[in-house]
């Protein structure tokens, strides 16, 4: 019997002193989808620049990256430490534009929720090593997001975890009923074919 599973992106966005996790994310969205997304026939796909963009010579790799990979996502993911990052010609860092530009994006099947930042709280290091300036800029960039986005904290790694299975338990809900939406309206064939009926999602693929 063929079954059609919906795939649902999730582009994974951190500066590069919280990079490492990135595979700690990975895990969680396969773990995820092993126990419970495969039996709901939704799955996660996680996308990073590291192991999604394809090699290109540019004067504005962020400008690549956002055109091939983040604005073809479903969702996104943040983590920030005590560093934002380094400035783009148009954002405070890669980190802060991947962000700003992804929560513009109007997304009728998750109603506004389809971004989740986290900022971690420890620091790593001692006094010595702390940038003043760029604590300051993470401050001023959780700010100007948190009416914009979903946003918490955490400290332990375990916090974490637990932070991420919620938001895909929630998008997995938020796909579950538009597309029982989509199944009531398809019931009724004059609305069906009314404009704008369909949920669509990165990568619908048979199994």
Request: hydrophobic share 40%; charged share 30%; proline share 2%.
């Amino acid at each position: 019997m063929v079954s059609n599973i919906r795939c649902v992106t999730i582009f994974i966005s951190t500066p590069t002193n919280m990079s490492r996790y990135v595979e700690r994310i990975c895990t969680l969205i396969d773990d995820f989808n092993e126990i419970r997304g495969y039996r709901r026939r939704i799955i996660f796909r996680p996308i990073h620049w590291k192991k999604d963009a394809a090699g290109q010579v540019t004067e504005d790799a962020q400008n690549v990256i956002n055109s091939d990979l983040l604005d073809e996502c479903d969702l996104l993911i943040g983590v920030i430490g005590d560093r934002l990052g380094t400035a783009t010609a148009r954002a405070p860092s890669g980190t802060a534009e991947e962000i700003l530009r992804f929560i513009e994006k109007k997304s009728d099947t998750f109603s506004g929720k389809h971004a989740q930042i986290i900022f971690r709280l420890k620091i790593d290091g001692d006094i010595y090593s702390i940038d003043h300036l760029q604590i300051e800029a993470v401050k001023n960039f959780k700010k100007d997001i948190q009416k914009r986005a979903l946003t918490v904290d955490f400290s332990e790694d375990h916090e974490l975890d637990g932070i991420v299975e919620r938001f895909l338990e929630s998008a997995c809900s938020l796909v579950e009923a538009a597309h029982q939406a989509d199944t009531r309206v398809a019931d009724f064939p004059e609305s069906s074919q009314q404009k704008g009926n369909s949920v669509v999602l990165h990568g619908s693929a048979p199994v």
